[in-house]
């Protein structure tokens, strides 16, 4: 079945430390694919976006995310986390197929240990 | 910046009773969403609207919810008979084009007791 993929439901970082968020998805073709952010009680806001081009994406916040055909994943990275990142982060694709309807996965919460 | 607006925040209702949240799409956008989320779970896609009639729906979306652009600018959620499953956050959201970048809201709360 076509589905996107986040394994880690909960991940906990240190301030100053790196992050990589897993995200995989099963589509046919390759999907267009986002990276949002759900800090508590609001709404999604993109961090990044991959359409074609360039493998590895540059977002705001300083993330980056890289595209891997091989691995069908979209891997969400930063490299010193600060307090303020802690929120949901939820990979995103919209399959080929359907073009106009984004799926989201079941995201990932971020927690910063001081 | 343009944004996506969505009222009212938050709606508290009795189960059975009908519900309309509504949400003002960025402009120029031609495609229109409504997700879900409801407390602790993912983000789930209800409808897309495009040209004035629903583009796609999911398996949520039954005869109890209907999707309406009233007028040039708002795009409404009616939910006619609420249940205690209703309860969710609401998202609207809305994109340019196919395949574009989906602005979302800052969603409504429901909750129906």
């Known amino acids: 079945a076509q589905s996107v993929t986040q394994p880690d439901i909960h991940i906990t970082v240190s301030e100053g430390a790196s992050l990589e968020l897993r995200c995989n998805y099963s589509y046919g073709a390759t999907p267009y694919l986002f990276w949002y952010v759900q800090s508590p009680g609001q709404g999604l806001q993109l961090l990044l976006k991959y359409f074609s081009g360039d493998t590895l994406v540059q977002g705001i916040k300083g993330f980056e995310a890289e595209f891997k055909r091989s691995q069908s994943s979209f891997n969400l990275r930063k490299p010193s986390v600060h307090w303020s990142d802690a929120a949901e982060y939820f990979c995103?694709?919209?399959?080929?197929?359907?073009?106009?309807?984004?799926?989201f996965g079941s995201g990932t919460r971020l927690s910063i240990r001081p | 910046e343009p944004e996506v607006t969505q009222t009212p925040s938050h709606q508290v209702t009795q189960m059975g009773q009908e519900v309309i949240l509504r949400c003002v799409p960025i402009s120029n956008h031609l495609y229109f969403y409504w997700y879900r989320q409801i407390l602790g779970q993912k983000v789930e896609f209800l409808v897309s609207f495009y040209n004035n009639e629903i583009s796609e729906k999911s398996e949520i979306f039954d005869d109890q919810f209907s999707v309406e652009r009233p007028d040039g600018s708002n795009f409404t959620l009616k939910i006619r008979s609420t249940k205690l499953e209703d309860s969710a956050m609401y998202f609207c959201?809305?994109?340019?084009?196919?395949?574009?970048?989906?602005?979302f809201g800052e969603g409504s709360r429901l909750t129906v007791l």
């Open positions: 995103a694709v919209v399959p080929y197929s359907s073009a106009s309807t984004i799926i």
């Open positions: 959201a809305s994109s340019e084009g196919v395949g574009g970048e989906l602005f």
